[in-house]
Nanobody, 118 residues
Framework: QVQLVESGGGLVQAGGSLRLSCVAS????????MAWHRQAPGKERELVAHISEIGNTDYAESVKGRFTISRDNAKNTVYLRMNNLKPEDTAIYYC????????????WGQGTQVTVSS
C-alpha cells in the first residue's frame, strides 16, 4: 500500500520561505518519479514541480527560479523548497507519484496548506 505523507506547510508572509517534505512508503522510491502539485480555492489542481528517477527536474513557469524540488532516496523523501513566496502561491500542496514508470500520477498525499499573506 503506497502512502505519501506531506508536512511543512504553514502561514508565511510574502517574500518568505518554506520547505515542504513528503515521505513515501510502499513503493520503490528510487525508481519512482515524484511531483508536487497544488490547488488553490476555486482553481484546478496544477503541476508545480517534477523530479525524475535520476533527478531531472521541471517546473511550472510561475515558480521557476523560486522553487526547488529535490529528493533523498535514502530517506524516501521528496522536498519542495519555496523561496520568495507570493500570495498567489497560497494553495494546498500535494505530493504525487505515478503508478508505473512514465505513467499518470495515481498516488497522492493528503496535502499540506500553504498560506502566504501580503
Amino acid at each position: 500500500q503506497v502512502q505519501l505523507v506531506e508536512s511543512g506547510g504553514g502561514l508565511v508572509q510574502a517574500g518568505g520561505s518554506l520547505r515542504l517534505s513528503c515521505v513515501a512508503s510502499g513503493l520503490v522510491f528510487g525508481w519512482s518519479a515524484m511531483a508536487w502539485h497544488r490547488q488553490a480555492p476555486g482553481k484546478e489542481r496544477e503541476l508545480v514541480a517534477h523530479i525524475s528517477e535520476i533527478g531531472n527536474t521541471d517546473y511550472a513557469e510561475s515558480v521557476k527560479g523560486r522553487f526547488t524540488i529535490s529528493r533523498d532516496n535514502a530517506k524516501n523523501t521528496v522536498y519542495l523548497r519555496m523561496n520568495n513566496l507570493k500570495p498567489e502561491d497560497t494553495a494546498i500542496y500535494y505530493c504525487a507519484a505515478p503508478g508505473r514508470i512514465g505513467g499518470e500520477y495515481v498516488y497522492w498525499g493528503q496535502g499540506t496548506q500553504v498560506t502566504v499573506s501580503s
